[in-house]
C-alpha cells in the first residue's frame, strides 16, 4: 500500500499494526480525523512512527519487544560456535575447490570466559546457552540485580574487568548515547590479545574503523557480526570483507517461530488497547490536561534529570533495586498527582542504559521487569500550596557510588533538587549543600575547602575552550572539606578529567551527562584570587542563554587586595564588577559580563 493510499483509508480505521516498512507519518495521523487510536509495531523499533504526531492526536503506540529474544539469543550461539570453528570460511573455501584444514583449525569453547554486555532478556538466554557449552560467564550491566546474575551463574563485574579478562565478548547492550562506539580504540587496547567479538545487539555499538585495526593489530582474533552501523553496508566495506570476521545480514529475529510471536505479541497489545486497557508495551505517553502539564514541565524535567544523576552516581556492578522518591509540597496529597513525576524519575534511571522508551503508561511495568521497586513519601510544608513542589528527592538504596560524597547518612544514595525561576536546579548532594542549574553536564568534586581549587579547575576546562554555566560549593566549614557542583556545556576530555583528578586538593570526582557564555573566566577570576591566598566558598552563574550576558557572584572569606580587584576589572570580557561587605557575611563580588563569540 502506498503512502497515499494509507491516507484515503486509514480514517475508516481504529487501529493500524505495521512492520518497519510502512511509514506512519504526521499525515496518517492528520488524515485519520481522530479515529486512529492505536498503532501496533510489529517488532522493537519504531523509527518509523512518529511518536510526537501519535500523541498529539491522542493515539497510543505499542510494539512488541519479547518475542524475538530467543530467536537473537540463538543466533548469538549460532555465531559464537561457527566464528570459533571457522564454519563460513572452510564453507567458502571447499565450495571454491579447496581442501585446507590445516589452515581453519578452530578453537575450544570449554573453560573460556565469556563476557555478555548487557544483560537483559537476550543477554540472559545467551548466558544460559554459554553455560552449557562449559564456558565461564561474566556480565556487565550497571541495572543488573546481582542475585538474578548469581542464580544462573554469572557474576556481574565493571565494564573495564569485562574486556580486559574475556577470551569471548557477546554485545547485547541498546544503542544510547553512552553505549555509541563504546568498543573504541581505548577500550580495544584494554582486551586480551585474541580475543573475539559477537554482535547480534545494534551496529553502532562498535566503532567499526577501530574494529578493522584491532584485527590487523591481532588484538581481536576475530569478530562475528550481525548488525553494522549503515545496513545494508556498502559492497566495498573493508569490515565486512575482512578474512577474520563472519557476517549475516541483521538475521537475529528471523526464525518462523519468532515472527509468529511478535504477531500474537503485537495483536494482543493492540485488542488490549482498544478495550481500555493499560499497555505494557506502549512506547508513547497519553495526553496530560494542557494546564497540568504547563503546571508541572519544570518539575518534570527536574524529576527526569535527577534520575539520571543518581543512577550516573552507581558504581559499575551494583545492580538497582530500592530507590525512594520524596516530595515536599505545601499542598494536600489530594491535589498533586505525581503519577507523571515518578514515572518522570524511572524514565530517568532506565532511559540512559535501556533502548526501552519510559512513559506514564508502562513506567511501573518497566521498573517493575527490571526488579526495581520505587516508593514515594511526601512531605507537607506549611506555606501557601500556589507552587505545587517545594523539592524533589530521589535516593537509591543498598548500591555503591561512583562518588562517595554522594552517599547520605542513611547509606543510600542521595541528590535533591528544587525548580528557581522556572529552571531545574540541584541542591543537595549526599549530605553537602550545592545550588547548581542542572543544564548540560555536571562535574562533582570532593576537595579540601583552600584557595586557588576553583582557579586551578577553571584554568583546566578554559584551556579545553569548555564553558562553565554555573558553580556552587559546599562545605562543612570553612577550610574543611566541600563539594564542588560545577555545569559545563561540553564534555571535558579524558585528560582534562584526569588533570582534574590530580589536583592534590581534590579527594574524588565524577562527570555526569545530562546535556554557550564565556570559556576560561572562572579560572581567570580563580587564579587572580589564588595569587592572593582568598578563599572561594561559592560561587554562581546567572545567564540570559548559552554563551550571552552573565551575572557571576563570588563568596570569598577574605577582602582582596586593591590591586587584585583592578586585575578582576582588566579581564577582557568583564564589563563591571562591584564588591560590597554584609556585616557579618563574607565578602561578594557581582559581575557583569560581556557575550562573547566562541572560538572555532
Request: proline letters at 5%; aromatic letters at 4%.
Amino acid at each position: 500500500m502506498s503512502d497515499e493510499e494509507l491516507n484515503t483509508k486509514i480514517s475508516l480505521c481504529d487501529a493500524l499494526i505495521v512492520r518497519s516498512g510502512t511509514n506512519v507519518s504526521r499525515e496518517v495521523f492528520e488524515s485519520s480525523g481522530g479515529r486512529l487510536k492505536v498503532v501496533g509495531r510489529a517488532g522493537v523499533g519504531i523509527d518509523n512512527v512518529d511518536l510526537s504526531a501519535a500523541t498529539e492526536h491522542g493515539c497510543l503506540v505499542v510494539n512488541a519487544p519479547t518475542a524475538n529474544t530467543v530467536a537473537a539469543a540463538e543466533h548469538g550461539i549460532a555465531l559464537l560456535t561457527a566464528m570459533a570453528r571457522n564454519v563460513a570460511q572452510a564453507d567458502a573455501s571447499i565450495k571454491a575447490g579447496k581442501w585446507l584444514r590445516n589452515k581453519y583449525v578452530g578453537v575450544s569453547l570449554v573453560g573460556k570466559t565469556l563476557a555478555v554486555m548487557g544483560f537483559g532478556k537476550v543477554g540472559t538466554e545467551v548466558a544460559r546457552r554459554a553455560k552449557g557449552l562449559g564456558m565461564h560467564i561474566i556480565a556487565h550491566d550497571p541495572y543488573a540485580p546481582a542475585d538474578r546474575a548469581h542464580a544462573i551463574g554469572v557474576e556481574l563485574v565493571s565494564f573495564d574487568e569485562a574486556i580486559a579478562t574475556a577470551d569471548f565478548i557477546s554485545l547485547h547492550m541498546p544503542l544510547t548515547p553512552s553505549t555509541s562506539k563504546i568498543l573504541n580504540d581505548e577500550n580495544f587496547a584494554k582486551m586480551k590479545k585474541g580475543v573475539r567479538i559477537i554482535n547480534v545487539a545494534r551496529g553502532g555499538v562498535i566503532d567499526e574503523d577501530a574494529l578493522v585495526r584491532a584485527l590487523d593489530a591481532g588484538i581481536v582474533a576475530q569478530a562475528a557480526l550481525d548488525v553494522f552501523t549503515i545496513e545494508p553496508p556498502p559492497k566495498d566495506n573493508i569490515l565486512v570483507n575482512h578474512e577474520n570476521v563472519t557476517v549475516t545480514p541483521h538475521l537475529g529475529a528471523s526464525t518462523m517461530e519468532a515472527q509468529e510471536g511478535v504477531a500474537i505479541e503485537i495483536a494482543e497489545a493492540v485488542v488490549g488497547a482498544l478495550k481500555g486497557e493499560l499497555a505494557a508495551t506502549a512506547v508513547n505517553a497519553p495526553m496530560v490536561p494542557a494546564e497540568v502539564l504547563i503546571e508541572l514541565k519544570p518539575y518534570v524535567t527536574l524529576a527526569e534529570k535527577l534520575g539520571r544523576l543518581a543512577v550516573q552516581l552507581v558504581a559499575g556492578g551494583s545492580g538497582v533495586k530500592k530507590v525512594k522518591v520524596t516530595y515536599a509540597s505545601a499542598r494536600a496529597p489530594d491535589d498533586l498527582d505525581t503519577r507523571l513525576l515518578r514515572a518522570m524519575v524511572t524514565k530517568g534511571l532506565i532511559e540512559p542504559i535501556s533502548s526501552v522508551f519510559v512513559n506514564l503508561v508502562n513506567a511501573d511495568f518497566t521498573a517493575k521487569q527490571r526488579g526495581i521497586r520505587i516508593s514515594e513519601e511526601r512531605i507537607i510544608l506549611d506555606g501557601s500550596p500556589e507552587k505545587p513542589l517545594e523539592i524533589i528527592q530521589v535516593q537509591i538504596a543498598n548500591v555503591e557510588s561512583r562518588f562517595a560524597s554522594a552517599i547520605s547518612e542513611s547509606g543510600d544514595i542521595k541528590v535533591e533538587g528544587k525548580v528557581k525561576d522556572g529552571v531545574p536546579h540541584l541542591t543537595k548532594v549526599g549530605s553537602f549543600e550545592v545550588d547548581v542549574s542542572l543544564e548540560g553536564n555536571l562535574i562533582l568534586c570532593r576537595q579540601l575547602d583552600q584557595p586557588g581549587l576553583i582557579g586551578s579547575v577553571g584554568s583546566i576546562l578554559g584551556e579545553e575552550n569548555v564553558n562553565v554555566n554555573f558553580m556552587s560549593v559546599g562545605r562543612t566549614a570553612p577550610r574543611k572539606q566541600a563539594v564542588m557542583a560545577i555545569g559545563v556545556d561540553e564534555k571535558p576530555s579524558t585528560e582534562a578529567l584526569k588533570k582534574i583528578g590530580e589536583i592534590p586538593a581534590v579527594e574524588e570526582f565524577v562527570f555526569l551527562a545530562l546535556q554557550l557564555d564565556q570559556p576560561g573566566l572562572i579560572g581567570s577570576v580563580g587564579s587572580i584570587l589564588d595569587e592572593e591566598n582568598v578563599n572561594v566558598n561559592f560561587m554562581s552563574v546567572g545567564r540570559t542563554a548559552p554563551r550571552k550576558q552573565t551575572v557571576m557572584a563570588i563568596g570569598v572569606d577574605e577582602k582582596p587586595s586593591t590591586e587584585a580587584m583592578k586585575k578582576i576589572g582588566e579581564i577582557p570580557t568583564v564589563e563591571e564588577f562591584a564588591m560590597k561587605s554584609p556585616e557579618l557575611a563574607p565578602v561578594i563580588m557581582n559581575f557583569t559580563v560581556k557575550p562573547a563569540e566562541r572560538k572555532i
